[in-house]
């Protein structure tokens, strides 16, 4: 049963920097692409940044501005997201996700979602 479980999200300061991972558990993980979403209250999903099986390639939405990198480690099943500069609008709940699709950067493309973590941004 493949599982993704997220961590290190937690209530920062504006201007603190947080690096979130996330454990591929159950799956062959150098086989899947790795993105990270976000969600805001009452807002939609939104694309963050994905990383290619090989780490090789990393993408990222045009609001990130230079301020998060997103990595990986094989040997550790494990993706991460370092974000920096942090601003009370990244408020969310951070989701890892796996999937098949080379680029994808809406929902559909991925097939396994970790349950999330929480990054709350006081100013």
């Known amino acids: 049963q493949a599982q993704l479980v997220e961590s290190g999200g937690r209530l920062v300061q504006a201007g603190d920097s947080l690096r979130l991972s996330c454990i591929a558990l159950?799956?062959?993980?150098?086989?899947?692409?790795m993105a990270w979403f976000r969600q805001a209250p009452g807002k939609e999903p939104e694309y963050v940044s994905l990383?290619?099986?090989?780490?090789?390639?990393?993408y990222y939405a045009d609001f990130v501005k230079g301020r998060f990198t997103i990595s990986r480690d094989n040997a550790k099943n494990t993706v991460y997201l370092q974000i920096n500069s942090l601003k009370p609008e990244d408020t969310a709940v951070y989701f890892c996700a796996a999937g098949s699709t080379l680029g994808a950067r809406s929902k559909v493309g991925y097939e396994y979602w970790g349950q999330g973590t929480q990054v709350t941004v006081s100013s």
């Open positions: 990383i290619t099986k090989s780490g090789r390639s990393t």
């Open positions: 159950g799956l062959t993980f150098d086989n899947w692409n």
